[in-house]
Nanobody, 114 residues
Framework: QVQLVESGGGLVQPGGSLRLSCEASGLLFSDYAMNWYRQAPGKQRDWVAGISTLGGANYADFVKGRFTISRDNAKNTVFLQMNSLKPEDTAIYFC????????WGQGTQVTVSS
């Protein structure tokens, strides 16, 4: 059974930082591209960042220069370091494992507010 479990969300002030983690089990982690998505209330789910099996990273324009995605295949974990957070970054953040089919985590809430 495949499971993706996100953690690290919370409440942070504008300009602050958070580091999200997503630990995978039940799959060969190194074979999967990993992505982070987010969904704000009343809005569609948007792709935020992705990292390939070889470690190549890509970012949505709205997080470039502020967010960094990384992976640790030995720990079956993907990370999202989020710096210079803005109120508009408030959303539920979801981890996604992508290969022939996609798997999703349950999400972790990130709230950026003073």
């Amino acid at each position: 059974q495949v499971q993706l479990v996100e953690s690290g969300g919370g409440l942070v002030q504008p300009g602050g930082s958070l580091r999200l983690s997503c630990e995978a089990s039940g799959l060969l982690f190194s074979d999967y591209a990993m992505n982070w998505y987010r969904q704000a209330p009343g809005k569609q789910r948007d792709w935020v960042a992705g990292i390939s099996t070889l470690g190549g990273a890509n970012y949505a324009d709205f997080v470039k220069g502020r967010f960094t995605i990384s992976r640790d295949n030995a720990k079956n974990t993907v990370f999202l370091q989020m710096n210079s957070l803005k109120p508009e970054d408030t959303a539920i953040y979801f981890c996604n494992a992508q290969r022939l089919r996609d798997f999703w985590g349950q999400g972790t809430q990130v709230t950026v507010s003073s």
